[in-house]
């Protein structure tokens, strides 16, 4: 499969990551990327951006380099009500929206509730995409998280960055297998995400081709090489 977009990635602008937007695009070019997403985070991060930030994206160009950007942010789900931080104004100026659990600003509860809210959060329907569900941060039932997203149209990520050792997450490989398989029963498509903070790893999916083969993952569930399908999959117009 040939890596053609990858639309979580985080620039400086998120406070915790080391390269510029244009040093982004750069290797989004050289590895012949057709679209990128620049993902930073939203406001629940410490360090991150101020708000007035993505109020001014209008001022970039969605291609450069021969590769069409989508500027948005991934968001914080905050609760197990499904409570994302920013609001409509804001979403409505976002190209791409993620959303995803994080420790820092992450209010759990049980398995139950934890679920609840992820699908809450799933049937946003400004909501594109949910970053690394089975990363371990929150205990979760994945048959309805899959069955959700199914319904909704909303795509899960498997998350490269939460797979590395060096992460510590243990439980994010039996999670994201448990995960694939359901997207395979369920014939229920995904996305890879780099959640590059850095320009090297762009497109960079090492840690999940093994999880792939493992569970004979089929290729027509994975969007990051099919840019039009993905668009249209999520109702995302380049600007």
Known sequence: MKTLLDVHTHTIMSGHAFSTLQEMVEMASQKSLQILGVTEHAPGIPGTCNPIYFKNMHVIPRKIKGVNLLLGSELNILNTKGELDLNE??????????????????????????????????????????????????????????????????????????????????????????????????????????????????????????????????EELIMNDKPEEFLNYLNITIK
């Open 89 to 218: 104004d804001f979403y409505r100026i976002l190209d791409i929206r993620i959303a995803g659990i994080h420790q820092l600003c992450w209010e759990g509860g049980s398995k139950e509730e934890n679920t609840a809210g992820l699908v809450t959060a799933i049937k946003n329907p400004w909501t594109h995409i949910i970053s690394h569900p089975g990363d371990g941060t929150a205990e979760l039932d994945f048959e309805p998280v899959v069955l959700a997203a199914k319904e909704s149209r909303t795509l899960l990520e498997i998350n490269n960055s939460s797979l590395k050792p060096s992460r510590g997450k243990v439980m994010a490989k039996p999670n994201n297998l448990e995960i694939l398989r359901l997207c395979k029963k369920y014939e229920t498509p995904v996305i890879l995400g780099s959640d590059a903070h850095v320009s090297y790893s762009i497109g960079d999916y090492e840690y999940i081709w093994p999880l792939l083969a493992e569970t004979e993952f089929p």
